[in-house]
Nanobody, 123 residues
Framework: QVQLVESGGGLVQAGGSLRLSCTASGRTFSTNAMGWFRQAPGKEREYVAVIGWRGGSTVYKESVKGRFTISRDNAKNLVYLQMNSLKPEDTAVYFC????????????????WGQGTQVTVSS
């Protein structure tokens, strides 16, 4: 099991940027693919971006391509989500998650989750 704690959320105006961080603990972090998911009020949780355990492979939700970047630092047990050109529709609670499956985008395949961090984008 991997324990995850997110940070970096907040309130930002449309067009602004935020960087989310996910601090992981546990022996298997460096061998897990990692993902960022989000959940807006009244909506289902959806994947935003996923990164392979080596960091060389990434998958992005279509609506965030070109605006968001996922990265990881295995030496520091950190995963990041750089979010640029934020839009009001990006408002949600963002979760960091870990999976032992390659580049899965299905929330059901992620066994470890953080508590989430709120991102609010004002228009």
């Amino acid at each position: 099991q991997v324990q995850l704690v997110e940070s970096g959320g907040g309130l930002v105006q449309a067009g602004g940027s935020l960087r989310l961080s996910c601090t992981a603990s546990g022996r298997t972090f460096s061998t897990n693919a990692m993902g960022w998911f989000r959940q807006a009020p009244g909506k289902e949780r959806e994947y935003v971006a996923v990164i392979g355990w080596r960091g060389g492979s990434t998958v992005y939700k279509e609506s965030v391509k070109g605006r968001f970047t996922i990265s990881r630092d295995n030496a520091k047990n950190l995963v990041y989500l750089q979010m640029n050109s934020l839009k009001p529709e990006d408002t949600a609670v963002y979760f960091c998650a870990a999976t032992n499956q390659r580049l899965s985008t299905a929330a059901a395949n992620f066994g470890s989750w953080g508590q989430g961090t709120q991102v609010t984008v004002s228009s």
